[in-house]
């Protein structure tokens, strides 16, 4: 396998920390199933909200290096700028989710956070596509010989 950029190798590990945000929030929950206060332990959306605006700040650099670069790997910047639209969807959900939490309940209404939702798995799938693709080209130039 070629060097990666170390711009890839940051992207990596931004994804591996945007994959447990997206996890945290959207795994099976007993709390929504059984409503008992102080039972289950509350999604910290705030806590979400800033680590998301955290690594886009980090993939926007990302991006933006890769873009610059003449030789950067193909299909590298496209994904780096897909993953940080999917990023910077889920802090949008995040952060209309805390606004909610702080007691206006009718702040974030149901058609909005599924209009949000829709959008947000439509980036997901573009940068998984991308990301499978990213993965091809790495794979296709490990496997040319040297010349």
Excluded at 105 to 122: D, F, I, Q, R
Aim: proline residues 4%; negative net charge; glycine residues 8%.
């Amino acid at each position: 396998m070629p060097d990666l950029p170390e711009e890839l190798i940051r992207a990596n590990a931004i994804l591996r920390e945007y994959v447990a945000i997206h996890d945290a929030i959207f795994k099976f929950s007993w709390r929504k199933r059984l409503p008992i206060p102080g039972l289950f332990k509350a999604t910290d959306f705030g806590a979400h909200f800033r680590d998301l605006g955290r690594l886009a700040s980090e993939l926007a650099a990302i991006s933006s290096a890769l873009k610059a670069e003449s030789g950067s790997l193909e299909g590298s910047h496209q994904y780096a700028a897909a993953l940080l639209e999917s990023v910077q969807a889920l802090r949008e959900i995040c952060g209309q989710f805390y606004e909610k939490s702080q007691g206006d309940l009718s702040k974030y209404p149901m058609a909005e956070y599924n209009a949000n939702l829709k959008t947000y798995e439509g980036l997901m799938n573009k940068c998984q596509e991308l990301g499978a693709t990213l993965n091809q080209n790495l794979r296709g130039e490990s496997a040319q010989p040297e010349g």
